[in-house]
């Protein structure tokens, strides 16, 4: 679908009513389809005839069959890549949960548009681009086009009552759905997940919480740093904030609203539209996992576009990743974010592929087949 005129019916998405915002999300829910069983099966014998014992190359072969099953074909190609960092602020920072000041958010988003940042150094070194966004940072930036994507200058504080209303959730999953969408239009097929906000480690932990029944204990971490008796605070806010909005694990889009983040709905939208549009997404850390449960929520089949990369330092992240089958694939330590991780995985990916379409076959290397 080329997305440029109109996107998901929808003409305008900022003037959108929450009735037209409720038509889309569903049209975009329900175009996502299972992946090509036969060109899957197609590459898997690919694989299988090349010089090595069968399966001996592992993830890299899980890899590449589940290329072949995203794009439809035995032989995809990746030809551009790019991370989609999103930035939103978090009103639930009053209450202490990161040991982080809030306006690190917008003088992070800076640092990446000046390319000198964690993930614009990883990414540069995958060949991708970084696409950043500003769906919800608190305070003006300085130039207004910069902020032409921002859905609310950071969510309320979700200790008191919901961080957003379900049209403000609807329209974030909705734009980064956009900015994938127009992504995929320059020409970019695999696409990374990866976002900025302080204090987005504690609406990351309440949904993995509620989505997968693990208690908050168990999914929440020390983000930037939290002390001992900071994270006991943490765990209190988390809970807090699930009971005083009653929230429903079987009401995705509610529960979101109401306990999520403005970047982590951003990336919800992006992994549907990449999904929808039959593109490779790579995971990052605990808030793009979050992000990810949500998408498998609202469209189940989703979780087949997905791609794990490392395993983070947050426990919250390995339970998320748990349900949705998935597995990290990188032991690196990490716990910074911005899609860091998930740039790391982007080499992994094009090996895959260089497997199949590089490695001699035993016919053409005239090596001996046998029962291995
Ligand atoms: C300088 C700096 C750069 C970052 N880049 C990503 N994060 C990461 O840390 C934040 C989440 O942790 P918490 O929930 O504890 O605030 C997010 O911004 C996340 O992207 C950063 C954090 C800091 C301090
Ligand atoms: O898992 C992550 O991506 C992460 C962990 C801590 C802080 N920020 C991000």
């Known amino acids: 679908m080329s997305s440029l005129t109109k996107f998901h019916g929808l003409e305008n998405l900022k003037n959108a009513t929450g009735q037209e915002l409720e038509i889309a999300l569903q049209e975009l ?76 958010t917008k003088q992070m988003f800076y640092s990446y548009l000046n390319g000198g940042a964690g993930i614009n150094v990883l990414a540069r070194n995958a060949g991708a681009d970084v696409i950043s966004t500003d769906i919800g940072i608190a305070t003006p930036l300085d130039a207004p086009e910069l902020m032409a994507y921002r859905v609310k200058n950071g969510t309320d504080n979700m200790a008191k009552g919901p961080a957003m209303t379900r049209q403000e959730a609807m329209l974030a999953i909705l734009t980064g759905a956009r900015i994938a969408a127009n992504a995929i239009d320059s020409g970019v097929n695999l696409l990374a997940t990866g976002e900025v906000g302080i204090g987005n480690t504690t609406p990351s932990a309440a949904l993995i919480s509620v989505f997968t029944g693990h208690s908050v204990e168990d999914v929440t971490g020390r983000g930037t740093g939290l002390k001992d008796d900071a994270l006991i605070n943490k765990q209190t806010v988390i809970k807090c904030a699930i009971e005083i909005n009653q929230c429903n694990p079987d009401a995705p889009i509610d529960t979101l609203a109401k306990i999520g983040g403005l970047e982590i709905a951003a990336l919800v939208g992006a992994i549907l539209e990449a999904s929808y549009q039959h593109v490779p997404i790579i995971l990052d850390g605990i808030i793009s996992s979050a992000a990810a449960i949500t998408a498998a929520k609202l469209a189940p089949l989703s979780t087949s576009y997905m791609i794990a990369s490392h395993s983070s330092e947050e426990l919250g992240q390995h339970l998320a990743l748990h349900q949705l089958g998935l597995k990290p694939r990188l032991d690196f330590h990490m716990r910074l974010g911005e899609g860091t991780g998930a740039a790391l995985m982007f080499p992994m990916v094009e090996a895959a592929l260089k497997i199949a379409d590089e490695m001699a076959t035993f016919e053409q290397a005239a090596v001996t087949t046998g029962d291995f």
């Open 29 to 104: 829910m329900g175009g996502i389809k299972a992946l090509d069983q036969e060109a899957l099966a197609g590459m898997q014998s690919r694989v299988d005839a090349k010089i090595k014992p069968l399966g001996s190359l592992g993830v890299l072969e899980d890899i590449a069959q589940q290329l072949a099953g995203i794009f439809g074909t035995t032989h995809p190609k990746i030809n551009k890549k790019a991370v989609l960092l999103m930035a939103g602020d978090h009103g639930v920072v009053v209450e202490g949960v990161s040991a982080a000041p809030q306006e690190i």
